[in-house]
Nanobody, 128 residues
Framework: QVQLVESGGGLVQPGGSLRLSCETS????????MGWFRQAPGKEREFVGA????????YFSDSVKGRFSISRDNAKSTVYLQMNSLKPEDTAVYYC?????????????????????WGQGTQVTVSS
């Protein structure tokens, strides 16, 4: 069974940085996509960013573009979400998600329904 295990959440002051990790047991391929989503209390789950395993192309929501970055380590089957210049409105549970065997078309990459596997979530709190 495919597993995604997240780590790295915590409490950080506004303007600070955190790096989340997501390790997967899946067999990745050039068709694989891994994404990051977040959900704040009382709000719907929203797209944060995604990375194509083949080519390493990344995509971000407008709310995090320029502040967040995503990278992958093929050898460790791990994806990282580097979050800089954090704001209180970034506070949420962050989830990593993956679809590994078939490609997600670009127009659907922000849709959580396109992702087959999900991690358990990790809390990120930005507060002074």
């Amino acid at each position: 069974q495919v597993q995604l295990v997240e780590s790295g959440g915590g409490l950080v002051q506004p303007g600070g940085s955190l790096r989340l990790s997501c390790e997967t047991s899946a067999t990745t391929s050039s068709s694989s996509t891994m994404g990051w989503f977040r959900q704040a209390p009382g709000k719907e789950r929203e797209f944060v960013g995604a990375i194509r395993w083949g080519g390493g192309h990344t995509y971000f929501s407008d709310s995090v573009k320029g502040r967040f970055s995503i990278s992958r380590d093929n050898a460790k089957s791990t994806v990282y979400l580097q979050m800089n210049s954090l704001k209180p409105e970034d506070t949420a549970v962050y989830y990593c998600a993956g679809r590994f065997s078939t490609r997600i078309i670009l127009s659907a990459i922000r849709d959580p329904a396109q992702y087959t596997y999900w991690g358990q979530g990790t809390q990120v709190t930005v507060s002074s």
